[in-house]
């Protein structure tokens, strides 16, 4: 079954950014955009407060607007549009389900804030088994952006970063980019060191030569099933946020995976995804893996 792309928006500027990335990746992808709005019945004791009935029609047109905006500058575009009354984490998460993608705004960036991410998309990020693709509301497509590469994290064994290769290689072979694929690596505590480890390191020359060689091991399969695709193996020392952040300048899209299941305290974000979204100057897509 062919999955949409789908967006959420709610009328806020960066939700309207989101509709016009997802648009122009579905467009790349020769996908259908499906378009969301979550919604819930706003009583109020004012007198000539508007019922249900036409708070929702006043939603449906909202998100028809958007939609006919979309298709204008899309022609042949598929678009659909759904108003879901709900919870909106639930419901963002839900229509996820059967997506290729789901896309949200972020509520801005600045230097020392980063991205504003807020508890809806963080929870939705934490609870959906799809990607999520965050996007700035100054987000434009300009032809320096075009030209830079998709960067993404790959970490631990080649398995762990299998969902996050496949959506950074798929991504960058409908733009026709590179790929930059960036493994941090740093010191293990003394502790960890064991026989077996230190017999593996050995036979690899050291550490970092240890390190590129997982990463080469990662992404072969993926270099021969996008012959097309150039890559850059980037290995660096320091924390994979750090490192991720340090070529984020030369990235049109981040890629970042997470781990899908939930801890005692609930569905988590992670580390690595949570600092990329707070600081990168880019959309960043969180990929879900097992």
């Known amino acids: 079954m062919t999955r949409p792309i789908t967006a959420g928006v709610d009328g806020t500027e960066e939700s309207l950014a989101a509709l016009d990335w ?5 467009v790349r992808r020769g996908l259908a955009l499906r378009v969301v709005r979550a919604w819930r019945f706003q009583p109020y004791d004012a007198i000539d407060a508007a019922d249900r009935q036409t708070q929702a029609g006043w939603v449906r047109d909202a998100v028809d607007e958007a939609a006919k905006a979309v298709t204008a500058r899309h022609a042949g575009l598929e678009v ?3 108003v879901l009354e709900g919870e909106t984490v639930d419901t963002l ?10 896309v949200l705004g972020s509520r801005g960036y600045g230097p020392v804030v980063g991205f504003l991410l807020g508890s809806v998309g963080q929870q939705v990020i934490a609870e959906t088994a799809r990607p999520v693709v965050l996007v700035r509301a100054d987000d434009r497509p300009t032809a320096e952006a075009a030209g830079r590469e998709i960067v993404v994290g790959q970490q631990g064994e080649a398995e762990d970063s299998a969902e996050a290769l496949r959506f950074a290689f798929e991504t960058a072979a409908a733009r026709g980019a ?3 694929v960036v493994r941090a690596w740093t010191l293990p505590p003394v502790f960890a060191y064991s026989p077996g480890s230190m017999h593996l390191l050995d036979e690899a020359g050291g550490l970092e ?3 590129k060689k997982a990463l080469a091991a990662a992404v072969a399969p993926w270099r021969e099933r996008f012959p097309d695709v150039p890559v850059a193996e980037h290995v660096e020392m320091g924390s994979a946020a750090q490192v991720l ?4 300048a030369r990235a ?4 970042v995976g997470r781990r899908a299941h939930r801890t005692a305290v609930g569905a988590r974000i992670g580390s690595v ?8 100057g880019c959309p960043v897509a969180v990929v879900p893996h097992a």
């Open 22 to 26: 997802a648009a122009r990746e579905a």
């Open 80 to 82: 659909s549009t759904e």
């Open 93 to 102: 998460v839900a229509a996820a389900a059967d997506a290729e993608m789901l």
């Open 178 to 180: 590179g790929v930059r």
């Open 209 to 211: 030569p240890f390190e």
């Open 245 to 248: 952040l340090s070529v984020a």
């Open 252 to 255: 049109q899209l981040m890629v």
């Open 273 to 280: 995804a949570h600092g990329v979204l707070h600081h990168a």
